[in-house]
């Protein structure tokens, strides 16, 4: 079956570093993408990970366990235009990509 | 105009009325997808286009019609909609075709209203 968790709100200080987990189970599994929608625009991507391991871009790292069907996204020094939602998307079989309900991110001054 | 466009943004429609929702992508993409995107639930993946070609009907009321003429275009036609279709509506496309399914690039979405 296909199942994807991650939590549905997260709060953090504006300079602070949040992680927002994510554990997925999907067919035939590929990779894992993270990717940013602000309130009433839309999702952009941010990253992909294949192999195990961090892959950092700027203040935004997301890493990816295939061992353990578990991966993060790593914000650092939160700025306010951080807060968004954040979805985990894992591509299965067939290049099929799940979105969950994502992640509430607010950061407070 | 750049990146994944769709038009229009806002749209109410009564539930006899027939109407169209157009995406066009200026990637060079070969792959466009229709999502609906409702409050509190994931994104649904109604629709891909690979190539021109459908490869996914995710069990989409027929009351949903998607047509894509060609890479850059994608529509969805709606006719006799009901008031729990009111959501957003977004289109996205990926390069070489699904290989790169996992990084989708998004329009603006439609805000639907069916009343």
């Known amino acids: 079956g296909q199942s994807l968790e991650q939590p549905s709100e997260v709060t953090a200080v504006e300079g602070a570093i949040v992680q927002i987990n994510c554990t997925y189970q999907t067919s035939g599994f590929y990779g894992l993408s993270w990717y940013q929608q602000h309130d009433g625009g839309a999702p952009t991507f941010l990253s992909y990970n294949a192999l195990d391991g961090l892959e950092e871009t700027g203040r935004f790292s997301s890493f990816l366990s295939r061992s353990d069907s578990y991966g993060y996204l790593l914000l650092q020094e939160l700025q306010m235009k951080d807060s968004a939602s954040y979805f985990c998307?894992?591509?299965?079989?067939?290049?099929?990509?799940?979105f969950g309900t994502g992640t509430k991110l607010q950061v407070i001054p | 105009e750049t990146g994944v466009t769709q038009t229009p943004r806002h749209l109410v429609m009564g539930m006899t009325n027939k109407k169209s929702l157009k995406c066009e992508q200026h990637?060079?993409?070969?792959?466009m997808y229709w999502y609906k995107q409702s409050a509190k639930k994931p994104l649904e993946l109604m629709f891909v286009y690979n190539f021109k070609e459908q490869t996914e009907n995710n069990s989409v009321p027929s009351r949903f019609s998607p047509e894509c003429p060609n890479s850059s275009h994608l529509f969805l036609h709606l006719h006799t909609l009901q008031p729990e279709d009111s959501a957003l509506y977004l289109c996205?496309?990926?390069?070489?075709?699904?290989?790169?399914?996992?990084?989708?690039?998004f329009g603006p979405g439609t805000r639907l209203t069916v009343t």
């Open positions: 996205a496309s990926s390069q070489e075709g699904l290989a790169k399914a996992y990084e989708q690039y």
């Open positions: 998307a894992p591509s299965g079989g067939y290049q099929k990509v799940t």
């Open positions: 990637l060079g993409h070969n792959a």
